[in-house]
């Protein structure tokens, strides 16, 4: 029995030329802390450059979920998105432990409009402990039909994993409609991201909308006799900041 539990999260169909994201969920689902990664990730055999790069191995407790995200240009065909999760055994092994799978099928057509925009607002930058605040601003692009859309935000929590910070699930959006929701997270010791994704029901399907991302980085502790990153953003060339 597998110690992971793979999801991934993409569009069910996409036309030719369509930029179209991949979310991977990986859920520790066993009573132990494992430390899990991704591998041989794949669509039709290209290989699929899953991002945080730097956090490509998490350590995930009982129940801990983490996510990693790429995209790809759909090509003239239907494709298959091929996920395997690995966890690391003592003395420094890797066990594959599951395998997902999804296809994409290929639409006649147009590109993909989405029916939604996503506006995250956020520090540019926050040290680690800190309480990061953010919102996100979501709004129906249809000016003619409501959609009733769900926004799943994820972010890092203290430790470099990200978990679910809100769900907003069947709020309802007139036409032109804009709504801003409110989270917050305690900022690890590196970049951390904010990831949102919007779905929305068209009967018996859900459609996979619109997804945003947006980078905090982190502030390096100073010492004295130097200058933080922030500080040094501040910098000009002509005008060096001086250290005392």
């Not at 029995?1 to 859920?27: C, H, Q």
């Not at 990664?37 to 794949?42: A, Q, T, Y």
């Not at 983490?66 to 890797?94: N, R």
Request: hydrophobic share 35%.
């Amino acid at each position: 029995m597998p110690d992971t539990e793979i999801i991934i999260v993409a569009p069910d169909s996409a036309n030719a030329g369509d930029t179209v994201p991949v979310e991977v969920k990986i859920t520790n689902i066993s009573a132990g802390t494992i430390d899990v990664l991704p591998g041989f990730c794949s669509v039709n055999g290209e290989k699929l450059f899953l991002r945080p790069v730097d956090e490509i191995l998490r350590t995930l407790g009982p129940g801990q979920s983490a996510s990693w995200h790429d995209d790809f240009t759909m090509p003239g065909s239907s494709v298959t998105v091929h996920i395997e999760s690995w966890w690391e055994k003592p003395p420094k092994a890797l066990h594959q432990d599951n395998i997902a799978e999804k296809n994409i099928e290929l639409k006649e057509g147009g590109p993909i409009v989405p029916e939604s925009s996503i506006t995250i607002d956020a520090p540019s930058d926050a040290a680690p402990g800190e309480t990061v605040n953010f919102s996100v601003t979501v709004k129906n692009t249809n000016t003619q039909d409501p959609r009733v859309f769900e926004t799943e935000c994820w972010a890092p929590d203290q430790a470099p994993v990200n978990k679910v910070i809100e769900i907003i699930p069947g709020d309802l959006f007139q036409p032109g409609e804009s709504k801003t929701y409110h989270g917050s997270f305690v900022m690890p010791n590196m970049d951390a991201e904010i990831f949102v994704w919007i779905t929305w029901m068209w009967f018996p399907q859900r459609i996979n909308d619109n997804w945003a991302l947006q980078v905090v980085e982190s502030i390096t502790p100073s010492h004295e006799g130097t200058i933080t990153r922030k500080e040094l953003k501040y910098d000009t060339v002509t005008s060096p900041i001086p250290v005392s």
